[in-house]
Protein backbone atom coordinates (compact mmCIF):
# COMPACT_ATOMS: atom_id res chain seq x y z
CA UNK A 1 0.00 0.00 0.00
CA UNK A 2 1.32 3.36 -0.55
CA UNK A 3 0.97 5.66 1.83
CA UNK A 4 0.31 9.82 0.87
CA UNK A 5 1.72 12.60 3.05
CA UNK A 6 -0.08 14.19 6.04
CA UNK A 7 -0.29 17.31 3.97
CA UNK A 8 -0.65 16.01 0.35
CA UNK A 9 -3.21 18.52 -0.62
CA UNK A 10 -0.92 21.61 -0.04
CA UNK A 11 2.39 19.96 -0.98
CA UNK A 12 -0.05 19.24 -4.50
CA UNK A 13 -1.25 23.01 -4.96
CA UNK A 14 2.55 24.40 -4.45
CA UNK A 15 3.86 22.05 -7.23
CA UNK A 16 0.76 23.48 -8.92
CA UNK A 17 1.46 26.81 -8.28
CA UNK A 18 5.41 26.88 -8.71
CA UNK A 19 4.41 25.17 -12.11
CA UNK A 20 2.44 27.79 -13.37
CA UNK A 21 4.80 30.42 -12.16
CA UNK A 22 7.59 28.84 -13.77
CA UNK A 23 5.90 28.58 -17.07
CA UNK A 24 4.92 32.25 -16.91
CA UNK A 25 8.53 33.09 -16.69
CA UNK A 26 9.41 30.58 -19.45
CA UNK A 27 6.98 31.63 -21.53
CA UNK A 28 8.30 35.43 -20.83
CA UNK A 29 11.45 34.35 -22.17
CA UNK A 30 10.55 32.38 -25.07
CA UNK A 31 7.88 34.96 -26.05
CA UNK A 32 11.15 37.75 -25.70
CA UNK A 33 13.34 35.58 -27.82
CA UNK A 34 10.94 34.84 -30.46
CA UNK A 35 9.85 38.30 -30.82
CA UNK A 36 13.46 39.73 -30.10
CA UNK A 37 11.66 41.82 -27.53
CA UNK A 38 14.57 43.02 -24.97
CA UNK A 39 13.04 42.37 -21.23
CA UNK A 40 13.60 44.62 -18.31
CA UNK A 41 16.61 43.51 -16.41
CA UNK A 42 19.30 44.25 -14.17
CA UNK A 43 21.57 47.59 -14.49
CA UNK A 44 24.23 45.35 -15.52
CA UNK A 45 21.97 44.03 -18.65
CA UNK A 46 23.24 40.45 -18.59
CA UNK A 47 19.56 39.27 -19.64
CA UNK A 48 20.30 40.34 -23.40
CA UNK A 49 23.97 39.10 -22.89
CA UNK A 50 22.50 35.66 -22.13
CA UNK A 51 19.90 35.54 -24.32
CA UNK A 52 22.40 36.46 -27.41
CA UNK A 53 24.87 33.64 -26.43
CA UNK A 54 25.24 30.23 -27.99
CA UNK A 55 24.19 28.73 -24.43
CA UNK A 56 20.39 30.11 -25.24
CA UNK A 57 19.64 27.62 -28.07
CA UNK A 58 20.57 24.07 -28.30
CA UNK A 59 20.50 21.77 -30.83
CA UNK A 60 18.09 18.28 -29.90
CA UNK A 61 18.34 15.30 -32.08
CA UNK A 62 16.18 15.92 -34.76
CA UNK A 63 15.73 20.02 -34.36
CA UNK A 64 18.30 22.24 -34.51
CA UNK A 65 18.54 25.60 -32.81
CA UNK A 66 15.95 24.98 -30.08
CA UNK A 67 15.61 27.61 -27.30
CA UNK A 68 16.69 26.97 -23.75
CA UNK A 69 13.45 28.95 -22.90
CA UNK A 70 10.91 26.85 -24.86
CA UNK A 71 12.25 23.61 -23.42
CA UNK A 72 11.35 25.32 -20.18
CA UNK A 73 8.14 26.45 -20.79
CA UNK A 74 7.64 22.96 -21.95
CA UNK A 75 8.77 21.35 -19.00
CA UNK A 76 6.75 23.94 -16.79
CA UNK A 77 3.36 22.80 -18.67
CA UNK A 78 4.14 19.16 -18.25
CA UNK A 79 5.15 19.44 -14.34
CA UNK A 80 1.59 22.09 -14.15
CA UNK A 81 -0.57 19.05 -16.36
CA UNK A 82 1.08 16.16 -13.58
CA UNK A 83 0.13 18.76 -10.72
CA UNK A 84 -3.27 18.90 -11.94
CA UNK A 85 -3.57 15.06 -12.88
CA UNK A 86 -2.66 15.01 -8.82
CA UNK A 87 -5.16 17.56 -7.61
CA UNK A 88 -7.79 15.23 -9.39
CA UNK A 89 -6.79 11.58 -8.53
CA UNK A 90 -8.23 9.37 -5.75
CA UNK A 91 -5.80 6.82 -6.98
CA UNK A 92 -3.20 5.88 -4.42
CA UNK A 93 -0.66 3.90 -7.11
CA UNK A 94 -1.67 6.67 -9.67
CA UNK A 95 -0.69 9.55 -6.97
CA UNK A 96 2.42 8.22 -5.91
CA UNK A 97 3.77 7.75 -9.71
CA UNK A 98 2.96 11.13 -11.22
CA UNK A 99 4.66 12.54 -7.83
CA UNK A 100 7.65 10.52 -8.78
CA UNK A 101 7.50 11.64 -12.16
CA UNK A 102 7.02 15.46 -11.08
CA UNK A 103 10.05 14.71 -8.62
CA UNK A 104 12.64 13.44 -11.50
CA UNK A 105 11.34 15.92 -14.11
CA UNK A 106 12.08 18.35 -11.48
CA UNK A 107 15.60 16.92 -10.22
CA UNK A 108 16.19 17.16 -14.13
CA UNK A 109 15.16 20.73 -14.09
CA UNK A 110 17.02 22.12 -11.24
CA UNK A 111 20.47 20.15 -12.52
CA UNK A 112 20.18 21.79 -15.98
CA UNK A 113 18.74 25.48 -14.51
CA UNK A 114 22.11 25.68 -12.10
CA UNK A 115 24.08 24.32 -15.33
CA UNK A 116 22.92 27.17 -16.85
CA UNK A 117 23.62 29.65 -13.66
CA UNK A 118 27.07 28.20 -13.94
CA UNK A 119 27.79 28.96 -17.47
CA UNK A 120 25.77 32.36 -17.40
CA UNK A 121 28.11 33.63 -14.52
CA UNK A 122 31.45 31.51 -15.45
CA UNK A 123 31.40 31.68 -19.47
CA UNK A 124 29.26 34.82 -20.14
CA UNK A 125 30.17 36.83 -17.49
CA UNK A 126 26.58 37.94 -16.76
CA UNK A 127 23.74 36.66 -14.68
CA UNK A 128 19.91 37.31 -16.11
CA UNK A 129 17.62 37.41 -13.48
CA UNK A 130 14.85 36.23 -15.22
CA UNK A 131 17.05 32.82 -16.03
CA UNK A 132 17.98 32.98 -12.27
CA UNK A 133 14.42 32.99 -11.02
CA UNK A 134 13.05 30.00 -13.05
CA UNK A 135 16.42 28.65 -11.59
CA UNK A 136 14.72 29.00 -8.07
CA UNK A 137 11.40 28.42 -9.29
CA UNK A 138 12.18 24.87 -9.96
CA UNK A 139 14.27 24.40 -6.73
CA UNK A 140 11.52 25.16 -4.74
CA UNK A 141 9.26 22.67 -7.24
CA UNK A 142 11.85 20.14 -6.29
CA UNK A 143 11.92 21.01 -2.95
CA UNK A 144 8.05 20.01 -3.00
CA UNK A 145 8.57 17.51 -3.89
CA UNK A 146 11.18 15.82 -1.78
CA UNK A 147 9.54 17.22 1.00
CA UNK A 148 6.39 15.62 0.36
CA UNK A 149 8.41 12.27 -0.05
CA UNK A 150 10.24 12.73 3.00
CA UNK A 151 6.49 13.03 4.70
CA UNK A 152 5.21 9.72 3.13
CA UNK A 153 8.09 8.17 4.40
CA UNK A 154 7.89 9.55 8.08
CA UNK A 155 4.12 8.82 7.99
CA UNK A 156 4.98 4.60 6.77
CA UNK A 157 7.16 5.20 9.23
CA UNK A 158 5.18 5.79 12.06
CA UNK A 159 2.08 3.71 11.07
CA UNK A 160 4.59 0.26 10.93
CA UNK A 161 5.67 1.47 14.46
CA UNK A 162 1.88 1.60 15.28
CA UNK A 163 1.41 -1.95 13.26
CA UNK A 164 5.08 -3.28 15.66
CA UNK A 165 3.65 -2.39 18.83
CA UNK A 166 -0.23 -3.51 18.39
CA UNK A 167 1.11 -6.84 17.36
CA UNK A 168 3.77 -7.10 20.18
CA UNK A 169 1.30 -5.57 22.55
Known amino acids: ?3 A ?11 AFLSFAGAGIAGTLWWSDETRQDLPCSSGGGCAAVAASAWSHVDLIA ?5 V ?10 LLTLA ?5 TEDARLDHALHKVIGLISAGGVLY ?4 QWVAYAEIGKTCWWCRSSAITMTLLFCTAALE ?4 QRQKLESLE ?8
Open 162 to 169: LERQEIHG
Open 1 to 3: MVS
Open 149 to 152: WRAA
Open 63 to 67: VHHVS
Open 69 to 78: ALLGLIGYVL
Open 5 to 15: APNRPLFVAAE
Open 113 to 116: SWFL
Open 84 to 88: MLRLG
